[in-house]
């Protein structure tokens, strides 16, 4: 469990955070929805430790989060931000090794690299493993930092520790069909007792995906429940100024929206 109560952060005169509480349940794939500018990175950013909020706490478990070791939380917290440039020529198993190097002191192990192979693979990128990763396409760079983020999470057998993922906009330079399949991933992971907690701004692949919503406006939480409870034609129209309309879809009787 991930609980924050009563976060606020500003910075100078601006408030970007507003008395924002909220608790993530692990088995529970979380969507953050909101316009631009909501404070949904923002929030982001105070839920992993990047910015500290100046009132209010964050809990991994029943720990205050600045507690937690820092070789703790790397094993624990995994987080792809939006920021997906590299400042080194590095190879995608180099960038995917990365995500390992909580879990080895000098050299990886077998195991290491077993690990980074499987998670390339399951974002379809293994055949990729020895380019170099400046020259890939911003959708391939974005597979790549998902499969380094799963390589830091990935559990052996038998470990049952939470683990909490972060995905600010992980899907925002992919096709329709690596959107699907990423997501997919995601549920699936979200089901093994991982908090799972990714920002998105398609409204119908929260409607499809998601188990809880968070749908952000102003730096505070305008709505958080069930894709059905908060992603309202009223609610939409309240955050987003835009009356949105409903369908159903025909193969799965799920509501689509169309604005
Ligand atoms: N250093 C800063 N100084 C002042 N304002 C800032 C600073 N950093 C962010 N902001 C503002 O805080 C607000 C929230 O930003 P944030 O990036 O959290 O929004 P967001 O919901 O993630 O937006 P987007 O959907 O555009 O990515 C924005 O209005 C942004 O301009």
Not at 21 to 30: A, N, V
Request: with cysteine; proline share 5%; hydrophobic share 40%.
């Amino acid at each position: 469990m991930l609980r924050a109560e009563h976060l606020s952060f500003r910075i100078g005169e601006k408030t970007l955070i507003d008395d924002v509480s909220l608790r993530l349940t692990p088995g529970e794939f979380t969507m953050v929805l909101g316009p631009n500018g909501a404070g949904k990175s923002t929030l982001l950013k105070l839920l992993t430790g990047t910015e500290t909020p100046q009132h209010g706490q964050v809990w991994y478990g029943d720990r205050p989060l600045p507690s937690i070791p820092l070789a703790t939380q790397a094993r624990q917290k995994g987080v792809l931000s939006q920021l997906l440039s590299l400042p080194f020529d590095l190879s995608v198993a180099d960038v995917v090794m990365m995500g390992r190097y909580p879990y080895f002191d000098l050299n990886p192990t077998a195991q290491d690299k077993h690990v980074a192979d499987d998670c390339l693979a399951s974002v379809g990128m293994l055949t990729f493993k020895t380019r170099a990763f400046a020259s890939l396409s911003e959708g391939e760079k974005q597979k790549v930092h998902l499969a380094r983020v799963l390589a830091q999470l990935h559990r052996p057998a038998g470990d049952e520790s939470v683990k909490y993922l972060f995905l600010d906009e992980p899907i925002s330079a992919l096709d329709i069909l690596y959107q699907h399949q990423i997501l997919s991933l995601v549920q699936t992971l979200a089901s093994q007792t991982m908090v799972v907690f990714v920002i998105v701004h398609d409204i119908n692949l929260a409607l499809q995906y998601a188990r809880t919503v968070i749908l952000m406006d102003q730096g505070r939480i305008h709505g958080m429940g069930s894709p059905d409870e908060v992603l309202t034609a009223d609610a939409i129209e309240a955050v987003f100024q835009l009356r949105p309309y409903f369908l159903t879809h025909p193969g799965t009787g799920r509501r689509v929206m169309i604005c």
